[in-house]
């Protein structure tokens, strides 16, 4: 039996450097690795509603929720929106205005960073007493992950987003829709 043993204790061995010297142990080695999963393909609702304050310097603020395909995700929390609106021009009469911006979401578990462009396109529009530019208008446009931390640092991916902007005081409602594809 102690023979036994010790050569079976000294056949594993032999067999290992058998394999490594064959060209074999890299096979052995990627067998005994752990499955990792791959990325999966998701669509991704991002529902946000929020207020946008008509004030010089003043960001639009909000709430959001996500939801993914399949998935009850439901995470949600507080958004900020940096747009960086260009100058508008006339399209068959139309003002639209190109922007681009960034949309930062956080939640308890992370935080998102989308970046966009689109076109504002302005309706009914008044003058506040202050000479700002106020009421509905709707939006639309492009977006991608910019960037994550938390649970959604792997997340890569975008889609298309539209928005409508309602009211003439000096803060105004919008809501948003950001539709697309990310893998996780």
């Known amino acids: 039996m102690a023979t036994r043993t010790r050569i079976a204790g000294n056949v594993l061995p032999l067999l290992v450097a058998a394999s490594l010297a064959a060209g074999g142990g890299l096979t052995m080695a990627a067998a005994a690795q752990p499955r990792i999963a791959a990325a999966s393909k998701v669509q991704i609702n991002i529902h946000e509603h929020g207020k946008d304050p008509t004030s010089p310097g003043s960001a639009p603020t ?92 792997k997340w890569t991916g975008g889609g298309i987003w539209a928005a409508v902007i309602d009211g003439y005081g000096t803060v105004q409602r919008y809501s948003v829709e950001w539709d697309g594809e990310i893998t996780r």
């Open 62 to 153: 909000g709430k959001f929720t996500i939801e993914l395909a399949l998935t009850p995700f439901g995470q949600g929390g507080t958004t900020r929106i940096f747009p960086d609106p260009g100058v508008p021009r006339q399209i068959s009469g139309q003002t639209q205005i190109e922007f681009v911006g960034v949309d930062t979401l956080t939640s308890k578990s992370g935080t998102l960073q989308l970046a966009f462009s689109g076109i504002h396109v302005p309706i009914n529009t008044r003058l506040t007493s202050g000479g700002v530019a106020v009421g509905p208008a709707i939006e639309h446009g492009a977006w991608r992950i910019k960037a994550a931390t938390g649970v959604y640092k």
